[in-house]
């Protein structure tokens, strides 16, 4: 089947976060401009989801429900299909959302002021389920070489030690530098991280997205002992363009953390997700592979374009390879702009609304992040 990734979804007044805010930034930006920040897709969803949940819809009574055999099944039938790590239906824990996930991990295994790690620039909510929480930021910022990024190990290893810090939350594949880490350097951060006691929640909700010639490794299959120190968060949002749905598979396979956070979710009500999320997420698993290939065939012709323009008209800007996930990073400090001044340029000069760099940290000052999950004409 051909799938339809060419028509342009104009999705004014349909409540769309970043298109609201991309009116509320300058009301008069023109009709035919879409906005390329906030990380879902201008496309149309898997036409087997929508079909699916007409279907449903036809029989289902809308009262409270949990996850079904069914469901369950399809998360861990994906897991091995897709990333040969086959785990077990009671490892996972449903959750609304990663980022809703990561308040609750936050709170449920530290104590005010203890430390938590990321390696930024990095996905901004992982900032604020920090500090929101009372807890401490301690940054293990990556080491950026020509536009490539990689993990600073030794000052990771000098962080970990102190024994104030609990927790390191790990981006992978990495938001927004674009980074799909290497088995090797997840052995050493892993390495480290049990040496000195530091849980590692695993953020891998873009964890289909690898460029081709990469790979990515789920943290957890790497060994029982790495599985044992870590909490895995994945789920179909990213993937299938179902970030409204709210639903995600929180995978621990270590029963005492998994405890721990399950009781945290009782003391704080929260037991069952919407009706819908179980049947779309369980169609996404189950149904869309051959979606998900022509998507990702797409994304490739769209990174190939947006670095081909670049290098042949702003050669200023550099971009960084992108390994993984749909979200290409650019290097803008050579235009000679502070961030102020570039976030104004791009929003009100060239119409371009795109995430700006700082919002995922001071190491992100002066560049930008574009979302490329979008119509190749777009």
């Not at 009671?90 to 959302?97: A, D, N, T």
């Not at 293990?140 to 600073?152: F, K």
């Not at 700082?358 to 119509?375: H, L, M, Q, T, V």
Request: include cysteine.
């Amino acid at each position: 089947m051909c799938y339809d990734f060419e028509t342009v979804v104009n999705r004014n007044n349909s409540g769309a976060l970043k298109w609201d805010l991309m009116k509320q930034v300058k009301p008069d930006v023109g009709d035919d401009i879409v906005p390329f920040s906030v990380a879902d897709m201008e496309l149309k969803n898997p036409p087997e989801i929508i079909s699916g949940l007409q279907e449903y819809l036809n029989t289902a009574v809308l009262g409270y429900t949990g996850a079904t055999d069914d469901y369950y099944h399809s998360v861990c039938s994906y897991l091995k299909r897709k990333h040969n790590w086959e785990i077990k239906r009671e490892w996972i824990l449903v959750s609304p959302g990663v980022v809703p996930a990561l308040y609750d991990i936050v709170k449920a295994f530290t104590k005010p002021n203890d430390g938590i790690i990321i390696m930024s620039p990095v996905y901004y909510p992982f900032t604020s389920a920090v500090q929101n929480s009372g807890r401490t930021l301690v940054k293990n910022s990556l080491i950026c070489d020509e536009g490539r990024y990689t993990i600073d190990f030794a000052d990771l290893e000098l962080k970990a030690k102190q024994p104030e810090n609990k927790l390191l939350i790990l981006c992978s594949p990495h938001n927004p530098v674009g980074r799909v880490w290497t088995k090797d350097e997840l052995i050493k951060l892993g390495r480290i991280c049990i040496d000195n006691d530091v849980l590692i929640i695993s953020d891998e909700i873009h964890f289909d997205f690898v460029s081709d010639g990469y790979k990515h490794t789920i943290f957890a299959s790497i060994s029982d002992e790495f599985a044992q120190n870590s909490i895995i968060c994945t789920a179909p949002s990213k993937s299938y363009n179902l970030g409204g749905v709210q639903v995600s598979n929180i995978i621990i396979p270590n029963d005492n953390i998994r405890e721990t956070l399950s009781k945290y979710n009782e003391e704080t009500g929260r037991f069952v997700l919407n009706i819908f999320a179980y049947k779309i997420g369980e169609i996404a698993y189950t149904q869309c592979d051959e979606w998900f290939q022509q998507l990702h065939e797409l994304l490739e012709v769209n990174k190939h374009l947006v670095e081909d323009f670049f290098t042949q008209n702003i050669p200023e800007i550099t971009v960084s390879t992108l390994e993984g996930t749909y979200l290409m990073w650019l290097d803008c400090r050579k235009l000679g702009m502070d961030t102020k001044d570039l976030e104004h340029f791009m929003q009100q000069e060239a119409q371009l609304f795109l995430d700006e760099g700082y919002i995922f940290g001071d190491e992100g000052s002066g560049f930008e992040r574009i979302n490329i999950a979008c119509p190749t004409k777009v």
